[in-house]
Nanobody, 115 residues
């Protein structure tokens, strides 16, 4: 079993930056595909960013050029650097790890972009 714990969410003004962290209870990046998702109230959870075991990345079109997914293998931590934040980025952000049929979700961290 793997536990994922997100942190770093909070209130930020439009144009600001925030760095989310997702710390795994054990080393999983060797075999798990990692991703960030987000969900606003009343809306479906949507894909934000992805990183495979080789550290190749993909992003949702809405965040390209603004968000960067990265990882620190030694710390078992996945990051999402969010720059130039917009009000529409407001959501609960979730860390996800998947290996075949095995999948884990973090508890989510709230990001609110508002002036």
């Amino acid at each position: 079993q793997v536990q994922l714990v997100e942190s770093g969410g909070g209130l930020v003004q439009p144009g600001g930056s925030l760095r989310l962290s997702c710390t795994a209870s054990k080393s999983i990046f060797r075999s798990f595909v990692m991703a960030w998702y987000r969900q606003a109230p009343g809306k479906q959870r949507e894909f934000v960013a992805f990183m495979n075991v080789d550290a190749n990345t993909n992003y949702a079109e809405s965040v390209k050029g603004r968000f960067t997914i990265s990882r620190d293998n030694a710390e078992n931590t996945l990051y999402l650097q969010m720059n130039s934040l917009k009000p529409e980025d407001t959501a609960v952000y979730y860390c996800n790890g998947r290996r075949g049929l095995e999948q884990y979700w973090g508890q989510g961290t709230q990001v609110t972009v508002s002036s």
